[in-house]
């Protein structure tokens, strides 16, 4: 049942539904075999102050952890980046790039390239 998995691999809109006590909903990152993208709703809701969870397929880049949820932290849109937190707190960190906080900034192709889904509480 959709309470059995608890948040330890369950969905990311059960898990937020869990946390927040919120209904939410959740969406492919793509459709139309990666045509058309989602991104532009995600953004909308991230700055509408909803809480934003974004997951991950089976494979991903090596700074990437796949089959995995990160929360959205951070959007600068004159870059058109995306910050994302990792709640296992680390984000691929190297001596070079200071401390391993679980906090990463992405392009929207690394978004794209790396998550499949994303939710937010409604």
Known sequence: SENSA???GGHAEVALRQ???LSADDHDMTSWFGLVNSVGDMI???NANRMVVLCTPGSTSSLIISSHCYTLVGYNAATDRFQVYNPW????GTPTDGANDGLRWISRQQLLDNFDEWAAIS
């Open 6 to 8: 608890g948040i330890n």
């Open 44 to 46: 909308n809701a991230f």
């Open 19 to 21: 946390i927040t006590g």
């Open 89 to 92: 707190a680390s984000d691929g």
